[in-house]
């Protein structure tokens, strides 16, 4: 939603709901239900990487998070004056609404998936602890007043 109102605002089209191109989604298609066949210990070694393209890897994780998710979701619209801003969360009704103001919009909050490639079911626990850290370092930021969510910073 984020593109589609960024792009539309912008005066770009925004045809392309899907991840890859339409040709590709096609033939991802095909390669699935061939996959049927497949022995059932070797699809699931499949589905389990298929996230790995729509997840952040554990290198790319740093204490600044928030402040390169919020550089993302501004990225869409162009520096200059709007009539509002919508913050929330997503709505594919609100979405024509805002377009119709010109306004833009951005989530409250955002979803960010993360993978470790050494999670065993013996160790969800730490894998717990682990995600804390995380989180507790985005909380106590903005508990304590923090100006990282300022947009279009100078």
Do not use: C
Request: charge should be positive; hydrophobic fraction near 35%; aromatic fraction near 12%.
């Amino acid at each position: 939603m984020l593109r589609a109102v960024g792009n539309y605002l912008n005066g770009k089209e925004f045809s392309n709901l899907e991840m890859q191109p339409k040709p590709l989604g096609q033939l991802l298609s095909r390669v699935f239900g061939l996959m049927s066949r497949l022995p059932r210990r070797f699809i699931e070694t499949i589905y389990s990487l298929a996230p790995l393209q729509e997840t952040l890897g554990v290198k790319h994780l740093s204490e600044d998070i928030d402040v390169k998710i919020s550089s993302y979701a501004v990225k869409w619209y162009e520096r200059r004056r709007y009539p509002g801003i919508a913050l929330g969360s997503s709505n594919g009704a609100a979405v024509h609404l805002y377009t119709l103001l010109g306004i833009p919009w951005l989530p409250q909050s955002t979803l960010v998936p993360v993978h470790r490639y050494h999670l065993y079911s013996h160790e969800a626990h730490d894998e717990m602890e682990w995600g804390r850290f995380w989180t507790g370092s985005v909380a106590r930021d903005y508990g304590q007043g923090s100006s990282k969510g300022d947009l279009h910073r100078s």
